[in-house]
């Protein structure tokens, strides 16, 4: 899902996307 919203994001934005998606990723590894 988030590859697909990266294309119609700016490199900044998609950079912001991928961090909250590793930040979401390790509070579930919690």
Do not use: I
Not at 10 to 20: A, C, K, M, P, V
């Amino acid at each position: 899902m988030f590859q697909q919203v990266e294309k119609h994001l700016t490199h900044e934005e998609s950079g912001l996307y991928t961090s909250r998606a590793e930040l979401s990723r390790k509070l579930k590894g919690r």
